[in-house]
């Protein structure tokens, strides 16, 4: 059971290092510090489902994550 948890984790884990990368696409090193001076915009589209994704993969990432810890 713990390398089936194992290998999920490792997959999902995967999986969001590639949404975050997705997401991070339009930004440039200077707005990541507060820089840039962009109006507030919401998400529209495929960025906000792409965003959704991410959470609902993290929260994933967390629960394998706990479940690997507490079945023996």
Known sequence: MNQILFYSQ???SVVLIV????Q??????GSG????????ATKRGAQK???????????IFLVLGVL????P
């Open 24 to 29: 991070q696409r339009g930004a440039a090193l």
């Open 33 to 40: 510090f507060g820089g840039g001076g962009e109006i507030y």
């Open 19 to 22: 949404l975050i990368v997705i």
């Open 49 to 59: 489902k792409i965003y959704y994704a991410t959470v609902a993969v993290v929260t």
């Open 68 to 71: 690997n810890i507490l079945i």
């Open 10 to 12: 490792v997959i999902t």
